[in-house]
DNA sequence: CCGCACTTTTTTTTT
DNA sequence: AAAAGTGCGG
């Protein structure tokens, strides 16, 4: 007897709960929850925090409580809205949701904030004044619309770099803020606010969405709209909030809208069960407006009464525990909790210091090895993981030379390779002519003979007759109008042949009469790309089956909604910009381009063979591995030199190493690199503070410790190896590894003595705090008084002693 | 208009 | 080191 809730065909009402009361009869879905996690799942409805410590069972308690809701029969799917940050994430609840009970999960409301948010805006694009149409910006897209506004304006490049504007912009997003909302505190200030006003007025003429802009408009369409409000406040009497530490201002205000109204500035909470699940020491998103104190702000202003803390660890062993327990304590201001766990005591953390990068990825390799041959892991359940997307090229060279099958997470997704971009560009002019970006990315895309001359007449044909690009292109004379035209010519014959067409054969046409095929087909070295453009067949074809032509994903809450709507403006004497949306469902290519824009293409290459991991902490959060190698700990690395300034940011990079260490079940490798090519230089950097801020019981030093005897290191497996490799940096005769703050600055120091004023190009005046190595391997720690303490190489920098 | 070579800038993390 | 921007000859 299979239950099956088709959202479409079951409105809320009409839900059957199973005749199983798990308040009596414990269901099978509650056993081996511990008594925390139990409470947690089995809230009564009202708002709940739950501060869910690192492999503390954290999905699990959210999937649960899910599938115990519906199996009570106390909402139906369509009363839920679970909201999680990741893609990943997302995914995996569902995956999950779908096991523990006979449902068809597609339907409901669980997604990433952008998701949810799209698919609201999808449902109400007319009330919003939204062309049908409209398409999603990527940040590669939202820069070069910007840097095109930031050429018509004629601004000046110095003072407003493009970066930062698209930065000011995201940022005021974030906080919720419109331009005209934005406080205006300095000249300089009011320029970037009338550029962000220009910047939309764009967008809207475009018809396009930044990501920022995705929960803005959601956010709008419910503040003033009463009768959307409300029917989603009816509709979703559960909300459930994961990793809630990372939300921004405008998101919480998004749950609160769903969640309650204001009055004045008092928010009243409607009732509804909100469910926020976080961890405070996990918060690692404030660069991109995360705010820890909305768990503060969720307590006092839904007045949760219920708080649950779960600190019992299911993943690690205790060292591994120990060891983040104790950094994180370095932290000020959180909100307190203990992790434990039982599975014993496991490992020593081992800690090893290469003596450069190349060594480091070496000494990994030779690790990796062991455990994947001698120990038997299986490759999937080893992580390499780094700071920063660009030292995973090390890693990949050397586990390359060495044969051994990886995967990289991040850095050039999928969807964002050029030649994709490109396709899909055209792709989005099909539907939607008047998106320039798309348009200026492929005009002249394979070659046509459309120069800078041609694009620059056309873009002041369209703005002298205030229309898109793709309309003025007739109103240009002359050689460069005609070539205008044959391309607008072509979009317009593709568009007619792709009438009619499957999502597969219209990406076929537009890949073949695009010319973009034949062009990389006929460059040299472009293999890639070519079987890049073929992969995108299939993605387009194994969406279309598994999506279900992406209809689902969009076309549920119509119905619905429309029906709310339109009792709502009845009531309401039916006012004309309250229009009911129309029924019509998102066209598959359409859900395509979205999905594009909105998932990126978590890196489907190679993913059948088993392989080491390889991504950034932040990539991580959420995964757990057998043995994880944190890489690259070194000061300027990890914590980053920009975090360096402000003790918050710091703060930030210690969370990030919290998460970086609560990753690892068994074993735990710590490494760092006394140089390392960084910006095509050579760099010293002392070793990360946090080694030093973890408990010395827990770790086993794998190259001689700093102020310990040298030779003296214990358990020196692999050391060896990595030592004899070290061809790029020559040792101190007979103290291999030296430790880098003991040195003693004895000869050849290019006069630079520790204490002294110097004076460097860039820099400008220091002192020197302290002098390390000798010869062509001396470097100095020097504070600078404009710039703070940098390491520098005495070969290669010019100091001046003053 | 195109392609090539040269110069300059940029590098944290991401939905 | 890599990418993006600039300038020049064909």
């Given at each position: 007897?299979?239950h099956?809730?088709?959202?479409?065909?079951a409105?809320s009402?009409?839900?059957?709960?199973?005749?199983?009361?798990?308040?009596?009869?414990p269901?099978?879905?509650?056993?081996?929850?511990?008594?925390?996690?139990?409470?947690?799942?089995t809230?009564?409805?009202e708002?709940?925090?739950?501060?869910?410590?690192?492999?503390?069972?954290?999905?699990?308690?959210?999937?649960?409580?899910?599938?115990?809701?519906?199996?009570?029969g106390?909402?139906g799917?369509?009363?839920v809205?679970?909201?999680?940050?990741t893609?990943?994430a997302?995914?995996?609840?569902?995956?999950?949701?779908?096991?523990l009970?006979p449902?068809?999960?597609?339907g409901?409301?669980?997604?990433?904030?952008?998701?949810l948010?799209?698919?609201m805006?999808?449902?109400h694009?007319?009330?919003?004044?939204l062309?049908?149409t409209f398409?999603i910006?990527d940040?590669?897209?939202?820069?070069?619309?910007?840097k095109?506004?930031?050429?018509?304006?004629?601004?000046?490049?110095?003072?407003?770099?493009?970066?930062?504007?698209?930065?000011?912009?995201?940022?005021?997003?974030?906080e919720?803020?419109?331009?005209?909302?934005?406080?205006a505190?300095?000249?300089?200030?009011r320029?970037?606010?009338?550029?962000?006003?220009?910047?939309?007025?764009?967008?809207?003429?475009e018809?396009v969405?930044d990501?920022?802009?995705?929960?803005l408009?959601?956010?709008e369409?419910?503040?003033?709209?009463?009768?959307?409000?409300?029917?989603?406040?009816r509709?979703?009497?559960?909300?459930?909030?994961?990793?809630f530490?990372d939300?921004?201002?405008?998101?919480?205000?998004?749950?609160?809208?769903?969640?309650?109204?204001?009055e004045g500035?008092?928010?009243?909470p409607?009732?509804?069960?909100?469910?926020?699940?976080?961890d405070?020491?996990?918060?690692i998103y404030?660069?991109?407006?995360?705010?820890v104190?909305?768990?503060?702000?969720?307590v006092r202003?839904?007045?949760?009464?219920q708080?649950?803390?779960?600190?019992?660890?299911?993943?690690?062993?205790?060292?591994?525990?120990?060891?983040?327990?104790?950094?994180?304590?370095?932290n000020?201001?959180?909100?307190?909790?203990?992790l434990?766990?039982?599975?014993?005591?496991?490992?020593?953390?081992?800690v090893?210091e290469?003596?450069?990068d190349?060594?480091?990825?070496?000494?990994?390799v030779?690790e990796?090895?062991?455990?994947?041959?001698?120990d038997?892991?299986?490759?999937?359940q080893?992580a390499?993981?780094?700071r920063?997307?660009?030292?995973?090229?090390?890693?990949?060279?050397a586990?390359?030379?060495?044969?051994?099958?990886?995967?990289?997470y991040?850095?050039?997704?999928?969807?964002?390779?050029?030649?994709?971009?490109?396709?899909?560009?055209?792709?989005?002019l099909?539907?939607?002519?008047?998106?320039?970006?798309?348009?200026?990315r492929?005009?002249?895309f394979?070659?046509?003979?459309?120069?800078?001359?041609s694009?620059e007449?056309?873009?002041?044909?369209?703005?002298?007759?205030?229309?898109?690009l793709?309309?003025?292109?007739s109103?240009v004379?002359g050689?460069?109008g005609?070539?205008?035209?044959?391309?607008v010519?072509?979009l317009?014959?593709?568009?007619?042949?792709?009438q009619?067409?499957?999502?597969?054969?219209i990406?076929?046409?537009?890949?073949?009469h695009?010319?973009?095929l034949a062009?990389?087909?006929?460059?040299r070295?472009?293999?890639?790309?070519?079987?890049?453009?073929?992969?995108?067949?299939?993605?387009?074809?194994?969406f279309?089956m598994?999506?279900?032509?992406?209809?689902d994903?969009?076309?549920l809450?119509?119905?619905?909604?429309?029906?709310?709507?339109?009792?709502?403006?009845?009531?309401?004497?039916n006012?004309?910009?309250?229009?009911?949306p129309s029924?019509?469902?998102?066209?598959?290519?359409?859900?395509?381009?979205?999905?594009?824009a909105?998932?990126?293409?978590?890196?489907?290459?190679?993913?059948?063979?088993d392989?080491?991991?390889?991504?950034?902490?932040h990539?991580?959060?959420?995964?757990?591995?057998?043995a994880?190698?944190?890489t690259?700990?070194?000061?300027?690395?990890?914590?980053?030199?920009?975090?360096?300034?402000?003790a918050?940011?710091?703060?930030?990079?210690?969370?990030?190493?919290?998460?970086?260490?609560?990753?690892?079940?068994q074993?735990?490798?710590?490494s760092?690199a006394?140089?390392?090519?960084?910006?095509g230089?050579?760099?010293?950097?002392?070793r990360s503070?946090f080694?030093?801020?973890?408990?010395?019981?827990?770790?086993q030093?794998?190259?001689?410790?700093?102020?310990?005897?040298a030779?003296?290191?214990?358990?020196?497996?692999?050391?060896q190896?990595?030592?004899?490799r070290?061809?790029?940096?020559?040792?101190?005769?007979?103290v291999?590894g030296?430790?880098?703050?003991?040195?003693?600055?004895?000869a050849d120091?290019?006069?630079?003595?520790?204490?002294?004023?110097v004076?460097?190009?860039?820099?400008?005046?220091?002192?020197v705090?302290?002098?390390e190595?000798?010869?062509?391997?001396?470097?100095?720690h020097?504070n600078?008084?404009?710039?703070?303490?940098?390491?520098?190489?005495?070969?290669?920098?010019?100091?001046?002693?003053?």
């Amino acid at each position: 007897m299979i239950h099956r809730f088709a959202p479409e065909s079951a409105p809320s009402p009409a839900y059957t709960p199973s005749p199983t009361s798990a308040l009596d009869q414990p269901s099978p879905l509650l056993q081996s929850l511990n008594p925390e996690q139990l409470a947690a799942v089995t809230l009564g409805p009202e708002p709940a925090l739950i501060l869910a410590g690192a492999g503390s069972g954290k999905t699990r308690v959210l999937t649960t409580r899910i599938a115990w809701l519906l199996s009570t029969g106390q909402v139906g799917p369509a009363g839920v809205l679970a909201v999680t940050f990741t893609n990943k994430a997302a995914k995996e609840m569902l995956t999950r949701l779908a096991a523990l009970l006979p449902l068809n999960v597609r339907g409901m409301w669980i997604g990433t904030f952008h998701g949810l948010c799209h698919r609201m805006l999808r449902a109400h694009c007319k009330l919003l004044n939204l062309p049908a149409t409209f398409q999603i910006l990527d940040m590669q897209d939202q820069l070069s619309a910007i840097k095109r506004l930031h050429k018509q304006l004629a601004l000046d490049e110095e003072r407003f770099k493009p970066k930062e504007l698209q930065w000011f912009i995201n940022a005021c997003k974030e906080e919720g803020q419109r331009a005209h909302q934005v406080p205006a505190r300095d000249a300089e200030q009011r320029h970037k606010i009338e550029f962000y006003r220009l910047y939309e007025e764009q967008c809207q003429r475009e018809g396009v969405l930044d990501f920022g802009e995705l929960l803005l408009r959601s956010f709008e369409l419910l503040r003033d709209h009463d009768p959307v409000r409300e029917h989603y406040q009816r509709r979703f009497r559960h909300i459930l909030v994961d990793e809630f530490q990372d939300t921004n201002r405008l998101q919480y205000a998004w749950l609160k809208l769903l969640a309650g109204r204001m009055e004045g500035n008092q928010f009243v909470p409607a009732g509804n069960a909100v469910l926020a699940v976080g961890d405070d020491d996990q918060s690692i998103y404030a660069f991109r407006g995360a705010r820890v104190g909305n768990m503060a702000d969720f307590v006092r202003e839904f007045g949760v009464r219920q708080q649950i803390k779960l600190e019992q660890n299911y993943r690690s062993q205790a060292h591994i525990l120990e060891a983040a327990n104790r950094l994180i304590e370095h932290n000020q201001g959180r909100l307190g909790k203990n992790l434990r766990t039982d599975q014993g005591t496991g490992e020593p953390l081992r800690v090893y210091e290469a003596p450069s990068d190349y060594a480091e990825a070496n000494w990994i390799v030779d690790e990796v090895r062991q455990l994947t041959g001698r120990d038997g892991l299986p490759a999937h359940q080893v992580a390499l993981l780094y700071r920063s997307n660009a030292q995973s090229r090390v890693l990949e060279t050397a586990l390359f030379n060495a044969g051994l099958p990886y995967r990289v997470y991040g850095g050039l997704r999928f969807f964002e390779r050029a030649e994709i971009k490109h396709a899909l560009a055209y792709l989005r002019l099909l539907d939607n002519p008047a998106d320039d970006t798309s348009l200026l990315r492929v005009l002249n895309f394979p070659p046509r003979g459309i120069g800078a001359r041609s694009v620059e007449a056309l873009q002041a044909a369209a703005q002298a007759a205030g229309c898109s690009l793709h309309d003025a292109a007739s109103a240009v004379p002359g050689r460069a109008g005609a070539s205008l035209g044959a391309f607008v010519a072509l979009l317009d014959a593709l568009r007619e042949r792709c009438q009619g067409l499957a999502l597969r054969q219209i990406v076929e046409q537009v890949l073949q009469h695009s010319g973009l095929l034949a062009h990389y087909r006929a460059e040299r070295d472009a293999s890639e790309r070519v079987e890049n453009l073929e992969e995108l067949l299939n993605a387009a074809e194994s969406f279309v089956m598994q999506e279900g032509f992406g209809r689902d994903a969009v076309a549920l809450p119509l119905d619905e909604t429309a029906a709310a709507e339109a009792g709502a403006a009845a009531n309401a004497g039916n006012p004309p910009d309250e229009e009911p949306p129309s029924g019509e469902t998102l066209s598959p290519l359409q859900a395509f381009l979205s999905h594009a824009a909105l998932e990126a293409g978590d890196n489907q290459a190679q993913s059948g063979q088993d392989a080491v991991q390889l991504m950034t902490v932040h990539a991580a959060k959420g995964l757990e591995f057998d043995a994880v190698f944190i890489t690259g700990l070194e000061e300027g690395l990890f914590p980053h030199d920009n975090a360096s300034s402000s003790a918050q940011a710091l703060e930030e990079e210690r969370r990030l190493m919290y998460v970086a260490i609560t990753r690892a079940r068994q074993r735990l490798y710590l490494s760092h690199a006394q140089t390392r090519m960084l910006h095509g230089q050579t760099r010293y950097h002392p070793r990360s503070r946090f080694l030093d801020e973890l408990p010395p019981q827990c770790l086993q030093w794998l190259s001689p410790k700093p102020g310990a005897v040298a030779g003296l290191a214990r358990g020196s497996t692999g050391l060896q190896p990595a030592w004899g490799r070290s061809a790029l940096v020559p040792e101190v005769p007979g103290v291999p590894g030296l430790p880098s703050r003991s040195a003693p600055a004895t000869a050849d120091t290019h006069g630079i003595r520790s204490g002294m004023a110097v004076f460097h190009q860039k820099f400008g005046q220091g002192k020197v705090l302290a002098v390390e190595g000798r010869g062509d391997d001396a470097r100095a720690h020097v504070n600078f008084t404009r710039h703070g303490s940098k390491w520098l190489a005495l070969a290669v920098a010019k100091l001046t002693p003053l």
